[in-house]
């Protein structure tokens, strides 16, 4: 038998009172603005989002977003946490213009902190969040309670999935049609889809990778999990053997998924690392790809069904990545086989020297992003990935979701 109701976290989504109308009486309707703050391990992004609410029943609409990124993430400045205070203050000035003055004393202003902070130490990661209150409470803006905080994993994922569902339009009481989320961070991974099978849910490791939402009288159990030092930067930091290192100013962190001759500081959560490739001569593919399986293997739990279940959307580093390797448009995003990463990447890692990346690290994320879809997930080659950055021009992200849960307190246990 599955995990029983009290293992499983449940969440109570009142869909009905969440969900947008399409409809919009010219009566009754008003706009109002949201601002979320995203705090990633490798940059800070604001969503400025303008919403119509028609009637309080009903989830508003999403009018447009307004959306900034600014590199690197709060967790670069844990020694000086004022210069992440600094680095809110400025992104402010993006909402400042994007709202009108009238409506700032009533337009919320909320951050979420994902891996980056999880990551640090305790007491860094709140000296950074205090910062961060600080800033917001000087602001015209309306400051909710618990306006910052770190966001737990699960959340994240589970957050995303609604942003897509929200944005693609499934959340429909019609439809039991669904898409899935992979969403690839600096420091951590999501998955979270809807599964069809029963037995999904029931070998799930532990009863934390079950959600249960309560929508339109029904119960949607979805698969959520997420992965801490999974992201890519941190996936690159244990492949080089360089997690929790002491010692890194005079140590060499080498890797056969760095081109031979290659030498480097790379920085990632505010340490700086010596990298370089193996001059022994081991390099190409088959050498890399060993290296990042130690990073996925037994540790990602593969779904029991993954196949004909979801569509999946892959965002964040997944497209970044995509696009950098030329496998998709920067504007569009597209459809990708799980196989034309592993393609890509044989190229990439196997001719190094001949094109310079335009990444020395394009060989070794490329190597992780298809060994974790295929040796973790358990995705199979032919299996079609919907890369996307935005949808309706909105960006793809946890952050709407997120803001939807602000305003309804969706209570996601």
């Not at 030498?263 to 790809?289: I, M, N």
Request: charged fraction near 20%; hydrophobic fraction near 40%.
């Amino acid at each position: 038998s599955g995990p029983s109701r009290a293992q499983v976290r449940s969440s109570h989504l009142d869909l009905p009172r969440i969900l947008p109308s399409l409809s919009r009486p010219a009566n009754h309707s008003r706009i109002f603005y949201a601002v979320m703050f995203d705090a990633g391990s490798t940059g800070t992004r604001i969503h400025v989002y303008t919403f119509i609410q028609n009637g309080s029943e009903k989830l508003p609409v999403l009018d447009n977003e307004m959306f900034h990124s600014t590199k690197p993430g709060l967790s670069a400045y844990a020694d000086s946490p004022e210069t992440a205070g600094e680095t809110v203050r400025r992104l402010l000035k993006v909402a400042k213009k994007a709202v009108p003055r009238l409506d700032w004393k009533r337009t919320p202003l909320v951050l979420r902190a994902t891996a980056g902070l999880r990551l640090l130490p305790v007491e860094k990661a709140q000296a950074l969040l205090d910062q961060v209150q600080h800033v917001f409470d000087e602001s015209p803006f309306l400051v909710p309670d618990n306006s910052v905080s770190i966001m737990d994993g699960t959340n994240e994922g589970i957050l995303a999935w609604i942003s897509l569902n929200f944005l693609t339009g499934h959340l429909n009481a019609n439809t039991k049609k669904t898409v899935g989320i992979l969403d690839l961070g600096g420091g951590s991974t999501q998955i979270t889809f809807l599964p069809k099978l029963k037995k999904t849910v029931e070998t799930a490791p532990v009863a934390d990778f079950v959600a249960r939402l309560d929508f339109f009288n029904s119960t949607f159990e979805l698969y959520s999990h997420s992965y801490l030092g999974n992201g890519i930067m941190a996936a690159r930091l244990a492949t080089l053997g360089a997690l929790g290192v002491e010692g890194l100013e005079w140590r060499v962190f080498k890797s056969s998924c760095l081109p031979n001759k290659f030498r480097d500081e790379w920085s990632f959560g505010g340490l700086t690392y010596q990298v370089s490739g193996d001059p022994d001569g081991h390099a190409g593919y088959k050498h890399c790809y060993q290296e990042v399986l130690k990073v996925v293997k037994g540790i990602i739990h593969q779904p029991y069904e993954l196949e004909d279940s979801n569509v999946f959307f892959a965002f964040s580093y997944y497209f970044d990545r995509a696009v950098d390797a030329g496998l998709i448009g920067g504007a569009q995003g597209g459809m990708l086989q799980v196989r034309d990463f592993k393609k890509r990447a044989k190229e990439v890692c196997n001719k190094m020297t001949k094109f310079p990346p335009i990444s020395s690290f394009l060989c070794m994320d490329l190597a992780y992003i298809t060994c974790l879809l295929k040796d973790g997930f358990g995705f199979k080659d032919s299996t079609v990935l919907q890369l996307t950055k935005k949808v309706n021009n909105v960006e793809a992200s946890w952050a709407l979701g997120a803001m939807l849960d602000h305003f309804q307190s969706l209570k996601i246990h």
